[in-house]
């Protein structure tokens, strides 16, 4: 008998860990794959947004009437076609749509929607509106002065006690740390204290953000769009258009990149209210200068960080503060960049306090383990600089103070068993490490850590009467995972892996799902669909023992088919999946199992970088010339897949290191909002990434995986500050490490040495 | 505006068109003849997600008014497959996980498909100089330059028989 909750470690996989094509490879490949625009409906209008042209201003009034009086215009959506909403839900509805103030350039004032594009594009430019300009803010330091514009008169920062007396721009103050900080830097032989700062950044998916959606008039509303979690657009757009969550059903595209930017609504809601008003489908598409202007983006920040060590090379004390920019509305990104700031190394004195500051700029999104790359940054260039002080190697520095099982985290909770230590030894160990440096490159390294994630997920599996098997799970395929879900499941039931089909069901078929983020969807995902094969493996036991008329106690489950268990339980043939499935009519009808979970259990992960760059000191640009991942993904389902992770967040990280950023002028518009100036890298500006995974098995998980998708962009930006330092010997303390800012590094040091 | 009358051949087959003066290819390709696998990805000709090849050229479809196909000869990913047999390069993307979310896949292989058509045994460095006017944010680019390199060496080995 198949117990679902047994959840010990598998040994002998015979699917997992392989590197089958993925099941949605030939729709990609031949364009065939229909992504959030790739969709029509009969009837269909287009929607355009009408945005802000000012970073902070009161909307004294919208006159909408020569837009619809325009020929073929159907509907105009201004916030007052919004009611109350529960509070959990309010800046999200402020933020799709500016009530009372514009916040951001480019947020949202009102929406049309038209016959065609071109008439839509018209009407919003007849849209008159009255604003009175008022003083805006887009750094994160002077949004924290005392004479600062408030963008939230009623904003009192939480998380301090007692609540404070004034409003200002801190939206929250989050601290996290144990120990004795004092006493802690009383033993330090060295201490050092750094100041940084760091721009934002977009996640940059190649896909705009783009929907369909339509109200009919009986109250049932169909969506389709981009997005990691349906659900959470089906529940979001149920609160801001006060209906029935049963009465609107999500389904969710191709999606063509989220990084975590796809993790809330946009047009959505303003599809949907624009539908009810026109009685009539709506599609909008976002323009990529939408896109950077009104979605994302990450936090800029500014930082102090102070570590003491000892001679010896422990360290003694660390203690961090965080300034991070949060946008026209308040987050948790900074709380996460505490959290993070100290979680690779066992301390006994340890703290990290953050704000959360308001600014006016776009609210900003997750963006691949958020909070963590900024920190890092931070961190990891003072531990590269101590390591130097210590005459130690830079490995050697961190595995002396590396955090391991049993260790209380520097964020609260105690480590279980953790791969740190195993990371860091393969990197020291890998044969990049130990090359020898080309001519005129240099070295540099960091570590990274990221929480990963588990959460609420439902799953379902049906077994086809060919003993084929068709899983249906609730979380978007951004990167390949359908592939391991299939693997997951022809591993369980013992079939092989073309005979499994994992589709994503819209949100009227299954329980509630988690969006895709926190690295969480092969995780709990898995988790669920291997307790749901084990459910269906029990219930064909049962068949197979009812058949043979033996007890169900005496039938196991091997390669895919029930057979009785030792020769005191019978002598009868195996009966594989297909016999079974094709008796099932008779035996109690269709075969299925299912799970639903609040997954726990999901283990941390983290990497080791190593970049060898060439820097030329005339202009300032820095190439990479040799990157090397190492990370701990647990067990690696589809290996290529965790590579493709791992390779994807490097890339990234190395884009936030030298390039991306928003650039605003004093007039608070964002001066780059096209893929031209905000400069991600290109195929030529990166070498090959070298991927190599390692696996400590999480026990939260029955095949022991871990998250993979974000830890690999947490390294890359102190990674690449700690080589340009080695080539230079300019301590970058700003990001982007940008040509021109560079340059200027440089020749300062070089007068000054 | 009046509306342009356009002949054209897109992916070998014979197509007649209206459009605006002001509509751009990829418009066309996508909201008139239904060919969606072209994606906008910008609108501005950074991003190469809705690279098409106009005669023997790799172009940027948004930066291409479907008025001018007029008389020429356009090929997209859609007709990149030869019936149900995958191009070399199509399945090496899949075999190589050259892709994951996709999205800037077909502008990808247009791209490459164009590469190896004039060169059949590309550097490494070639390679990545012309893809580098197409935006992957998902790989880092490692697969995609792999799944090419091998095509063209697998290529090569059945054009020698």
């Known amino acids: 008998m198949a117990d679902i909750d047994r959840l010990e470690k598998v040994d002998g996989f015979k699917v997992v860990g392989t590197r089958p094509n993925r099941p949605d490879g030939v729709d990609k490949v031949t364009g065939r794959a229909r992504f959030g625009a790739d969709i029509h409906a009969p009837g269909m209008l287009i929607g355009k947004v009408l945005r802000s042209p000012h970073p902070h201003a009161k909307i004294l009034s919208i006159d909408t009437t020569r837009a619809l009086a325009l020929s073929g215009v159907k509907a105009v959506l201004t916030s007052d076609d919004f009611g109350d909403v529960p509070a959990m839900h309010q800046a999200t509805l402020h933020n799709v749509m500016a009530h009372n103030k514009a916040l951001y350039e480019g947020h949202a004032i009102a929406a049309v929607a038209a016959v065609d594009v071109a008439i839509a594009r018209k009407a919003i430019k007849l849209i008159d509106v009255e604003y009175e300009i008022l003083p805006h803010v887009t750094d994160v330091d002077a949004a924290m002065a005392e004479d600062a514009p408030l963008l939230h008169e009623d904003n009192f920062t939480s998380g301090i006690d007692p609540k404070p007396s004034k409003p200002s721009n801190i939206a929250t103050w989050s601290e996290f740390g144990h120990g004795n900080l004092d006493e802690g830097f009383s033993q330090a032989d060295i201490i050092l204290e750094r100041e940084f700062t760091t721009e934002a950044t977009h996640q940059g998916y190649i896909e705009p953000h783009a929907c369909l959606a339509t109200y009919s008039e009986d109250g049932n509303s169909e969506i389709w769009c981009t997005t990691q979690g349906h659900f959470l657009v089906r529940d979001t757009c149920a609160a801001l258009l006060d209906i029935a969550v049963s009465r609107l059903r999500v389904t969710a595209s191709e999606i063509g990149g989220g990084f975590g930017g796809k993790t809330v609504v946009y047009l959505e809601p303003l599809a949907l209210a624009l539908s009810r008003k026109a009685g009539r489908p709506v599609k909008m598409v976002m323009s990529r200068s939408e896109v950077f202007r009104s979605t994302g983006p990450t936090s800029s920040s500014s930082m102090r960080v102070k570590i003491g060590v000892r001679k010896d090379g422990r360290i003694i004390a660390a203690d961090a503060h965080l300034n991070y920019q949060s946008g026209a509305f308040g987050g948790f990104i900074a709380m996460l960049g505490a959290m993070c700031a100290y979680a690779c190394y066992s301390l006994e004195n340890v703290r990290a306090t953050a704000n959360e500051v308001l600014t006016n700029r776009p609210m900003q999104a997750s963006y691949r383990a958020p909070g963590a790359p900024i920190v890092n940054f931070a961190v990891e260039s003072v531990i590269d600089e101590l390591a130097v002080e210590l005459e130690l190697d830079p490995i050697e520095f961190r595995l002396m103070n590396a955090a391991k099982e049993g260790d209380r985290s520097s964020y609260g909770p105690v480590f279980d068993q953790i791969g740190l230590i195993q990371t860091l030894e393969t990197a020291r160990d890998h044969p990049h490490y130990q090359a020898t440096l080309a001519k005129g490159q240099a070295r540099g390294m960091a570590v990274g850590f990221w929480f990963n994630f588990g959460g609420l997920t439902s799953v379902s599996l049906n077994v086809n009467f060919d003993g084929t098997v068709t899983v249906s799970v609730g979380r978007p395929d951004i990167g390949g995972s359908r592939a391991a879900m299939c693997q997951m499941a022809a591993e369980e039931l013992g079939i092989p892996y073309d005979n499994v089909r994992t589709i994503i069901a819209d949100t009227s078929s299954l329980g509630f799902n988690d969006t895709t983020d926190g690295s969480r969807t092969t995780f709990a995902n898995g988790l669920a669909i291997i307790r749901a094969a084990r459910g269906a493996i029990r219930d064909m036991c049962a068949r197979a023992a009812k058949t043979w008329d033996i007890p169900e106690e005496a039938v196991e ?78 067990k690696a389902i589809h290996p290529a897949y965790v590579e493709g992770q791992y390779q994807g967040g490097a890339a990234q990280g190395i884009g936030w290191a030298l390039n991306e950023g928003y650039v605003y002028g004093d007039d608070g518009i964002m001066q780059n909002p096209g893929f031209l100036d905000y400069r991600m890298p290109v195929c030529s500006d990166l070498p090959m990434i070298e991927a190599k995974i390692i696996e400590i098995p999480n026990k939260g998980h029955p095949y022991g995986v871990r998250g993979v998708g974000e830890t690999s962009i947490v390294p890359p930006l102190a990674t690449v500050a700690n080589a340009i330092c080695s080539a230079t010997g300019v301590r970058m303390t700003q990001i982007p490490m940008a040509p021109p800012v560079l340059l200027k590094a440089i020749e300062k040091n070089n007068k000054q040495v | 505006m009046a509306n342009i009358q356009v002949s054209t051949k897109i992916n070998g087959d014979t197509y007649e068109f209206l459009c605006r003066p002001d509509e751009t290819l990829l418009e066309v390709l996508r909201d008139r003849i239904g060919l969606t696998g072209s994606k906008e990805g910008c609108a501005s000709g950074d991003c190469g997600a809705c690279s098409v090849m106009l005669g023997d050229r790799v172009v940027s479809s948004c930066l291409v008014l479907g008025a001018e196909v007029e008389g020429q000869e356009v090929n997209t990913i859609e007709g990149m497959a030869d019936g149900g047999n995958l191009h070399p390069l199509q399945r090496n993307f899949i075999k190589f996980a050259a892709l994951q979310c996709g999205f800037c896949t077909p502008g990808f292989l247009v791209a490459a498909k164009a590469l190896l058509d004039k060169n059949p045994d590309p550097t490494e460095t070639e390679i990545r100089y012309w893809l580098a006017g197409n935006l992957c944010r998902c790989t880092g680019y490692d697969k995609i330059v792999r799944a090419v390199l091998h095509t063209a060496e697998e290529m090569r080995g059945q054009a020698r028989g």
Request: net charge negative.
């Open chain 1, 557 to 634: 489950w091997v390669d895919g088919c029930a057979r009785p268990c030792g020769s005191n339980a019978g002598d009868f043939e195996p009966m594989c999946i297909a016999e079974i499935a094709r008796k099932s009519p008779k035996t109690g009808g269709p075969i299925a199992g299912h799970h639903e979970v609040n997954a726990e259990g999901a283990g941390v992960s983290f990497a080791v970088h190593i970049a060898d760059v060439k820097v030329d000191e005339e202009t300032g640009r820095t190439d990479i010339c040799r990157y090397t991942v190492v990370q701990d993904a647990g």
